[in-house]
């Protein structure tokens, strides 16, 4: 359809977010159709129209002022010709039964909008147009073959001259070749396709092919051959995607009839976000994809939140490494939404490290940094690096705030270790229950309480040994031990020897090397 007799549309509804939203789903004039205005209740449309004189109404249901079943039982008695769209709710069913027997096209749940559906209702509803219908014949009589593969290929109905396919393609057997060029730089778009066609001229003589592009993303090619060329053709386009690491490439399964061109477009379009999880497979059909993967569990936020606020880090962290990497075999899972998944978990964390008056100064930091890569990451792969990188640097920020209790600690019992020490009397001083204590000190530390209060003990008295200038029962004393035999005992087993042993060795040291 020429730029002159695009189809006229009218968007009516209250919200003016899902108006919006409706404007930005679809290139409108790339498909055929333009806004020529919108509306927020049935009146002003009724206002419109008269000025604006569209062919297609996509309207509200439920509005103020005039709804959607009154604007459409108007429309349709002075503007017969006219299609309508209904949008509506779920609980919304009354009210869109009484606009079909007004003769609406179709309704759209506001939930379930997108842009396939709608694009597919706004085409179902141009066909139903007499006039445009007119205007598409003789139109199709203009174009050239490529341009009504094109057209097939986006949904519309195209009538080919008698002979015009066997003609460019003489065979009965016919595959559409896909490559994603969507990472290629703009800059070498052309030597990409000049080189997927130099490929097929050179290694395909058994059969035709013709090279179509629709969009900057996707360069497609519709190869046809006889069917003992089949697997020849599988073995050429695999090698050729094997060839160019930059692009995604994907082949239809085999398809005898032209007007199934459509729905082997369909099928490359719903396996080429797959490289982004089987980047290993530099082709993809759909009999060489993985058995489906098994439905993963929701992620257990409420489990995983209650881990990291009872500092149950290393189960919490690995649970969620885990989850992602489970979650990067489901091949067919949404990217923006696994993405998202990933960007959400980053998030999150960092706000309850915070709440837990943790220093997540550097981590926050780096947050648009990590959302950023998740973004541009190319696979599932490169994505679950960039959280597990997450997690290690969020882990050494915990580390490093766990740390600064402990030193404190070490600091306290090198300084109190003559004082007569005790857990309990430790742990009542950093306002910790002595059980949490020793636990605590086990973890952070690789000796234990007593262990780590002994040998600063026994260092600290083995100078005073080797120094000379008291007895061993007096420095027994000075070190904090009030029994002395349990002091020679420990001594004995942190230094290997007594306390007379290590004094006579190292006076006799000392006279020695005078």
Excluded at 285 to 293: C, T
Aim: hydrophobic share 40%.
């Amino acid at each position: 359809m020429s730029a002159k007799e695009l189809i006229r549309t009218l968007i009516v509804d209250d919200e003016l977010l899902i108006r919006q939203g409706i404007k930005h789903y679809i290139d409108w004039e790339k498909e055929g159709f333009q806004i020529v205005g919108e509306a927020s209740n049935g009146q002003e449309a009724l206002e419109l129209i008269e000025k604006v004189s569209p062919h297609i109404l996509i309207s509200d249901i439920i509005m103020p002022i005039m709804d959607g079943e009154e604007l459409t039982r108007l429309v349709k008695e002075k503007y017969p010709q006219m299609e309508i769209i209904i949008l509506s709710s779920f609980s919304e069913y009354d009210y869109v039964r009484s606009t079909f027997q007004n003769g609406v096209v179709d309704y759209i749940l506001k939930p379930k909008l997108d842009a396939e559906g709608l694009l597919k209702t706004l085409k179902t509803a141009a066909n139903r147009i007499p006039y445009l219908q007119k205007l598409a014949i003789q139109e199709n009589s203009k174009l050239s073959i490529g341009q009504k593969l094109e057209r097939m290929i986006s949904g519309y109905e195209v009538c080919f001259e008698p002979g015009e396919v066997e003609n460019m393609f003489p065979y009965r057997h016919f595959f559409l070749f896909g490559a994603d060029v969507n990472k290629i730089p703009t800059t070498h778009l052309d030597i990409c396709k000049k080189e997927i066609d130099r490929i097929f001229l050179k290694e395909f003589p058994f059969g035709t092919f013709y090279t179509l592009c629709l969009n900057q993303s996707i360069i497609l090619i519709v190869l046809n051959t006889r069917s003992e060329n089949n697997d020849k053709v599988v073995e050429i386009s695999y090698h050729l995607a094997q060839s160019m690491e930059k692009a995604k490439f994907a082949l239809s399964d085999v398809f005898e009839e032209m007007n199934q061109i459509g729905e082997a477009y369909k099928t490359l379009l719903q396996l080429l976000p797959y490289h982004f999880y089987l980047n290993d497979m530099p082709l993809l059909m759909e009999r060489n994809l993985p058995d489906p993967p098994n439905q993963v569990a929701p992620f257990n936020l409420e489990q995983f939140t209650n881990d990291l606020k009872l500092h149950n880090f290393d189960v919490a962290f690995m649970y969620l490494s885990s989850y992602a990497s489970e979650l990067s075999k489901c091949y067919t899972m949404d990217i923006f939404e696994y993405k998202s998944f990933m960007g959400n978990c980053i998030f999150n964390i960092i706000i309850l490290l915070g709440n837990m008056d943790l220093d997540v100064k550097e981590l926050d930091k780096r947050k648009y940094t990590y959302f950023k890569r998740i973004e541009e990451a190319s696979s599932a792969q490169a994505t679950l690096q960039i959280l597990n990188g997450f997690i290690e640097a969020a882990k050494q920020c915990i580390t490093a705030v766990q740390n600064q209790p402990m030193k404190k600690l070490l600091n306290y019992i090198k300084n109190h270790h003559h004082e007569p020490l005790s857990l309990t009397e430790v742990a009542k001083q950093f306002h910790f229950s002595p059980s949490y204590l020793s636990s605590y000190f086990s973890t952070h530390n690789k000796e234990g309480f007593n262990e780590y209060l002994n040998r600063i003990r026994i260092e600290e008295a083995s100078k005073l040994l080797i120094q000379g200038a008291a007895s061993i029962s007096q420095i027994s004393a000075m070190v904090g031990y009030s029994d002395h035999s349990y002091f020679c005992k420990v001594f004995k087993k942190v230094q290997g020897m007594s306390p007379s042993q290590f004094k006579r060795k190292h006076t006799t040291v000392k006279r020695w090397k005078r």
